[in-house]
């Protein structure tokens, strides 16, 4: 028996050729939208479990000596085990793949992060500071040999894991382990200052110098929780990135030959590091249009090091754009006008 193979109607088969493609995945090659950050990986996760162990002994330190100074420090340290499990959510949401919900991938999750440990770096210090005053009015006695020992245990393990945090933040710079980062200078400041307050009481007897020192820190980890805080905004609110200067890259595109006008412009930053710039232009219809794209995106990539730009190519004369368009239409026309030479299209 013969069989006929019916044929689906020409309007139909792009669609029926869509219904029928195996699942692909979303392609994303110009800007990869992950993150492999294995040396921070590997210092978080070691900072992680030291710090909750030395967060166990100042806490129980704390509460045994009575010192405001080391309660405060234990405090912060508990935060920083709470700001080490964020950074590290974040490090491995960084790895997932973009899809058809978060085409961007998960890299912001970083900014997020960075950004609740910012304001838990400001509460915190809000929070010694309030307990610092009320001890101004009402001082208590404390154990100043248990104080110092823990304290000075508590300033080496801070510094050993600061310089390891410092110098993954350089290796790999991303907010997410600045953020960390400034969580453990609070630490070393704060076991610094308790070391400070234990030997100025022991030899004055002056008892105000424990919640003085504590306020002046509270200080110090108030002012670096605010910069994170104000920088993870920055970049939640897709602000332009202080790096760049918009005016400048518009003025570099408008160089590049067949670029006539650069207008609606966004420059923004997806996470530390991963920029994307979009922008429509007015283009010359005498070049080759994928000529122009490409020296466009050579010219991003190369002096400014944005790898993920979309450029729009449109005529003033076709696409709307209000008076905007006019305006440029009625100078393209007076320059040509102006120039003795016209050429004829």
């Known amino acids: 028996m013969e069989h006929t193979q019916s044929v689906p109607p020409k309007g139909n088969r792009a669609k029926s050729a869509k219904a029928n493609r195996p699942d692909v995945p979303y392609d994303y090659h110009h800007l990869g939208h992950v993150k492999e950050q294995s040396r921070s990986k590997k210092t978080l996760w070691i900072t992680l479990w030291l710090t909750l162990f030395f967060t166990i002994v100042e806490v129980v330190g704390g509460i045994v000596s009575n010192s405001l100074a080391l309660l405060s420090d234990s405090a912060h340290m508990v935060s920083d085990v709470i700001a080490l499990g964020l950074s590290?959510?974040?490090?491995y949401m960084?790895?997932?793949q973009p899809n058809a919900r978060y085409t961007f991938g998960f890299l912001r999750f970083e900014i997020i992060a960075s950004l609740l440990n910012g304001l838990a770096l400001c509460v915190i210090s809000i929070g010694i500071l309030i307990e610092g005053v009320r001890r101004f009015v009402r001082p208590q006695e404390m154990d100043f040999k248990l104080?110092?020992?823990?304290?000075s245990i508590g300033f080496v393990v801070n510094l050993v894991l600061t310089l390891v945090l410092s110098r993954s933040h350089h290796e790999e710079e991303n907010l997410n382990v600045k953020s960390a980062l400034w969580h453990f200078i609070g630490d070393l400041l704060s076991s610094a200052g308790v070391i400070v307050s234990a030997i100025l009481i022991y030899y004055t007897g002056l008892m105000f110098f424990d919640p003085l020192i504590s306020i002046v820190i509270a200080g110090i980890i108030f002012v670096?929780?605010?910069r994170i805080t104000k920088e993870a905004v920055y970049i939640l609110m897709e602000s332009v990135p202080d790096k760049f200067d918009l005016d400048e890259i518009?003025?570099?595109?408008l160089a590049v030959e067949g670029i006539e006008d650069v207008h609606e412009m966004h420059l923004w930053a997806i996470s530390t590091d991963h920029y994307s710039l979009t922008a429509h232009t007015?283009?010359?219809p005498d070049i080759q249009p994928f000529c122009i794209i490409l020296a466009a995106n050579e010219l991003l990539e190369k002096k400014y090091g944005i790898t993920h730009s979309t450029i729009q190519m449109e005529h003033a004369s076709i696409h709307p754009h209000g008076e905007y368009g006019r305006e440029f239409l009625r100078h393209q026309e007076e320059q040509q006008h102006a120039d003795p030479v016209v050429t004829e299209r």
């Open 282 to 284: 007015f283009v010359s």
């Open 224 to 226: 670096g929780g605010a």
């Open 250 to 253: 518009r003025a570099d595109l």
């Open 94 to 96: 960084a790895t997932r």
């Open 88 to 91: 590290m959510t974040a490090i």
């Open 147 to 151: 104080m110092l020992i823990i304290a």
